[in-house]
């Protein structure tokens, strides 16, 4: 069982920074591949950014080149730097975890195992 929980979320005008962190509970955490997904107000939840166990990182092109994802297995936490904010990236960023989680962006995200909370991201123009 993984427990996960996001912070780091707030307001923020465009053109600023925020950086995302998500606490994992659980012995198993460095064994599952991590992401970001994020909803924005009637919308569907989508894929952000991803990092394997073994560190490889993935983007939707959308955030490349502003958005760096990244790992620390030995404090069971994964952030999501976030730059050059757009008012577009204005959502709710949800932390999960699955083995095979880059394959769900295929099958389908509601398989994903593991999901967190939420954090609030809001970007002014």
């Known amino acids: 069982q993984v427990q996960l929980v996001e912070s780091g979320g707030g307001l923020v005008q465009a053109g600023g920074s925020l950086r995302l962190s998500c606490a994992a509970s659980?012995?198993?955490?460095?064994?599952?591949?991590m992401g970001w997904f994020r909803q924005a107000p009637g919308k569907e939840r989508d894929f952000v950014a991803a990092?394997?166990?073994?560190?490889?990182?993935y983007y939707v092109d959308s955030v490349k080149g502003r958005f760096t994802i990244s790992r620390d297995n030995a404090k069971n936490a994964v952030y999501l730097q976030m730059n050059s904010l757009k008012p577009e990236d204005t959502a709710v960023y949800y932390c999960?975890?699955?083995?095979?989680?880059?394959?769900?962006?295929?099958?389908?995200?509601?398989?994903?195992?593991?999901w967190g909370k939420g954090t609030l991201v809001t970007v002014s123009s």
């Open positions: 999960a975890a699955d083995q095979f989680l880059l394959n769900r962006l295929s099958t389908g995200i509601s398989f994903i195992r593991y």
């Open positions: 659980g012995r198993t955490f460095r064994n599952y591949t």
């Open positions: 990092v394997r166990r073994s560190g490889g990182t």
